[in-house]
C-alpha cells in the first residue's frame, strides 16, 4: 500500500477473484467471488427500498436520442461519455440510439403516459440494471465503461415531498453503506458545479479511502419540474387543475465494492465486513490423523452454524496445506478462520482466527453457536470503527489555498474550509489543488470565517479532497 497504492489496489482484485479484464477497453468481468459480494449489497439495498415503497421495474438498454435530446442541461453533461447505435443488423438506423448511461429520459417518457391523475401519485420506482459510460481513464470497480447499479426514480405531487423523499434516500444509503459495509461517510449538498446535470440540487455520500482520496459513495438528485416539464408529465389535482409532477432520482452502483475495497484491506489482501462477506467463516480441518473424523467434525459445525443463517464454508481439499489455506482465505476477506485437528476435536475446542486483528484464540465448541454471532457482530462494530477513527484523524481544516496545498503534500483527507459561495472559488482551489468540493456538509461548523479563496466573510463549510 505505501510502495503504490494503484498496484496493490489492482493486485487485490485480481488476487482476490474478484474480477477480470473484458475484451473490449475499459469492461470488466466480474467473477463468481466479486459478483457475490453485489448480490449481498444488491439484496440489503433492494429490501431497504421495498421497506420505503419502492417498487422494481425495468426499462430498455437502448434510448432514442430525441429523448435525450429534449433535457439540453442532462444531454450536455452526458456528451463525452455517451456510446451510440448506428446500425441495426445490415441496416443504418433512422435515428442514432444512446446506449443508456442513466435512464431519466426513457422512464420520464413513460411516466408521461402511467400518471394522470394526483391519485397516482407517488410514483416509487427502481431499476436494478447495467449503464454504459465511455470511460477515457478506468480502473476496475471504481470506474469502468460498463457497470452494474440500481437507480431509484419517483414522481410527487409537491416540491416538498420530491425533497423529503431525497433525503430519506440519502439516509437509506448512509445507514446500509455504514451498518452494512462499514464505511463512513459525510452526508451533504453538492454544490452548483458538482450537482448532477438536470438537478434542482443533489445529495451525496462521501467516504474517504485509506490513501486519504474521496469516493462518492451514492448520490440522491432533487430534479424539480426540469424533467416532467420536458416530457410533460402532468397530472390533476384535486380540484382538477393540471399540475406537473416534482421528480426524484438516486443511484449507488458496483463502485462501492471498490470503496469496501480501499476502505478496509491491507498488505495482507482484502477484508471484508461480515455482513457483505460472500463467506463469513472458513473451516479448515487439519487432516494429519483421524481425518474422516476430523472432517465429520467440521462439517457439523458448517451445519450448526448455516442454520443460523451464516454463511459458512469447509475447505477440506487434501491437495492443499492448512497454511495455503490460510493465506489464501485471508487473502479472501473471510472474516473469520475456524481450525481444526484432531487434538481440537479431544479437547473439545477450535481455534478462532480474526481477519480484522489477526488474534488467535482457542474456544470451546460446547459454546460454537454463541460465540460465533456474537465474534461477526464483533468483527463489523470493530471495522466500522477502524475505519471511522481513520476519517475523523484525517479530516483537517484549512483557511487558505497555500494551507490546503501543505496539508496535502503532508497528508491527504479530507479539508473542511469555509466558502463564500462563489463557484469561481471553488474552480480556482481546484486549478491550484487537485482538490474538489465533495459537499456542503449537514454538519456545519458553528460561527463563521474567511472564504479559502478570496476572503469574503462566510458562513458555510465545505468538505474538499482529491477524489476518485
Same mark, same amino acid.
Given at each position: 500500500m505505501e510502495e503504490d497504492y494503484s498496484r496493490w489496489y489492482l493486485d487485490i482484485v485480481k488476487k482476490a477473484d474478484l474480477m477480470d479484464y473484458g475484451p473490449v477497453k475499459g469492461t470488466m468481468i466480474i467473477k463468481p467471488y466479486g459478483y457475490a459480494i453485489w448480490e449481498n449489497i444488491q439484496k440489503d439495498l433492494d429490501r431497504r427500498f421495498k421497506e420505503t415503497g419502492h417498487e422494481n421495474a425495468y426499462f430498455p438498454l437502448l434510448i432514442p436520442e430525441s429523448y435525450l435530446?429534449?433535457?439540453? !442541461?442532462?444531454?450536455? *453533461?452526458?456528451?463525452?461519455?455517451?456510446?451510440?447505435?448506428?446500425?441495426?443488423?445490415?441496416?443504418?438506423?433512422?435515428?442514432?440510439?444512446?446506449?443508456?448511461?442513466? =435512464?431519466?429520459?426513457?422512464?420520464?417518457?413513460?411516466?408521461?403516459?402511467? @400518471?394522470?391523475s394526483y391519485r397516482d401519485l407517488p410514483m416509487k420506482l427502481n431499476q436494478w440494471a447495467n449503464v454504459m459510460r465511455w470511460e477515457k481513464s478506468t480502473k476496475p470497480f471504481l470506474r469502468t465503461s460498463e457497470f452494474l447499479w440500481q437507480e431509484g426514480h419517483t414522481a410527487h405531487a409537491t416540491f416538498e415531498e420530491a425533497e423529503e423523499e431525497a433525503l430519506t434516500m440519502l439516509d437509506v444509503y448512509k445507514s446500509f453503506v455504514e451498518e452494512v459495509l462499514a464505511m463512513p461517510v459525510i452526508k451533504g449538498r453538492k454544490t452548483e458545479n458538482e450537482k448532477f446535470a438536470g438537478a434542482v440540487h443533489t445529495y451525496s455520500i462521501e467516504a474517504l479511502m485509506s490513501d486519504g482520496k474521496a469516493l462518492q459513495a451514492g448520490t440522491s438528485h432533487h430534479l424539480g419540474q426540469n424533467f416532467s416539464k420536458v416530457f410533460e408529465i402532468q397530472y390533476s389535482d384535486k380540484d382538477n387543475k393540471l399540475q406537473y409532477v416534482h421528480q426524484t432520482s438516486w443511484g449507488v452502483s458496483t463502485r462501492l465494492i471498490g470503496g469496501l475495497i480501499m476502505t478496509h484491506s491491507d498488505d495482507r489482501g482484502l477484508a471484508l465486513p461480515p455482513k457483505v462477506a460472500p463467506i463469513?467463516?472458513?473451516? @479448515?480441518?487439519?487432516?494429519?490423523?483421524?481425518?474422516?473424523?476430523?472432517? !465429520?467434525?467440521?462439517?457439523?459445525?458448517? &451445519?450448526?452454524?448455516?442454520?443460523?443463517?451464516?454463511?459458512?464454508?469447509? &475447505? &477440506?481439499?487434501?491437495?492443499?496445506?492448512? *497454511?495455503?489455506?490460510? $493465506?489464501?482465505?485471508?487473502?479472501?476477506?473471510?472474516?473469520?478462520?475456524?481450525?481444526?485437528?484432531?487434538?481440537?476435536?479431544?479437547?473439545?475446542?477450535?481455534? +478462532?482466527?480474526?481477519?480484522?486483528?489477526?488474534?488467535?484464540?482457542?474456544?470451546?465448541?460446547?459454546?460454537?453457536?454463541?460465540?460465533?454471532?456474537?465474534?461477526? &457482530?464483533?468483527?463489523?462494530? !470493530?471495522?466500522? $470503527?477502524?475505519?471511522?477513527?481513520? +476519517?475523523?484523524?484525517?479530516?483537517?481544516?484549512? $483557511?487558505?489555498?497555500?494551507?490546503?496545498?501543505?496539508? +496535502? +503534500?503532508?497528508?491527504?483527507?479530507?479539508?473542511? =474550509?469555509?466558502?463564500?459561495?462563489? @463557484?469561481?472559488?471553488?474552480?480556482?482551489?481546484?486549478?491550484?489543488? *487537485?482538490?474538489?468540493?465533495? $459537499? @456542503?456538509?449537514?454538519?456545519?461548523?458553528?460561527?463563521q470565517g474567511k472564504c479559502i479563496c478570496c476572503g469574503k466573510e462566510s458562513t458555510t463549510t465545505v468538505i474538499f479532497a482529491r477524489a476518485y
Open positions: 435530446q429534449k433535457e439540453m !442541461n442532462h444531454v450536455e *453533461g452526458f456528451a463525452p461519455e455517451v456510446a451510440w447505435v448506428t446500425q441495426g443488423g445490415n441496416e443504418q438506423l433512422e435515428e442514432r440510439l444512446v446506449v443508456r448511461p442513466t =435512464s431519466e429520459t426513457i422512464i420520464c417518457s413513460m411516466m408521461s403516459q402511467w @400518471i394522470q463469513q467463516v472458513v473451516i @479448515i480441518p487439519i487432516l494429519r490423523k483421524d481425518k474422516e473424523e476430523v472432517k !465429520n467434525k467440521a462439517h457439523q459445525i458448517k &451445519d450448526q452454524l448455516s442454520q443460523l443463517g451464516i454463511r459458512v464454508k469447509v &475447505d &477440506d481439499r487434501e491437495e492443499m496445506t492448512p *497454511g495455503w489455506k490460510f $493465506n489464501e482465505y485471508e487473502m479472501r476477506g473471510v472474516p473469520i478462520r475456524i481450525e481444526l485437528g484432531p487434538k481440537d476435536i479431544e479437547k473439545e475446542q477450535f481455534v +478462532l482466527a480474526r481477519r480484522d486483528t489477526g488474534e488467535k484464540e482457542f474456544l470451546s465448541l460446547a459454546d460454537l453457536t454463541k460465540i460465533i454471532p456474537a465474534k461477526l &457482530d464483533e468483527i463489523q462494530q !470493530n471495522m466500522f $470503527n477502524k475505519a471511522e477513527q481513520f +476519517l475523523k484523524t484525517h479530516t483537517f481544516e484549512a $483557511n487558505s489555498i497555500d494551507e490546503m496545498k501543505e496539508q +496535502l +503534500l503532508k497528508e491527504k483527507g479530507f479539508i473542511k =474550509s469555509w466558502w463564500c459561495g462563489d @463557484i469561481t472559488c471553488l474552480d480556482k482551489v481546484k486549478e491550484e489543488t *487537485g482538490a474538489t468540493a465533495r $459537499n @456542503i456538509p449537514f454538519d456545519q461548523r458553528e460561527g
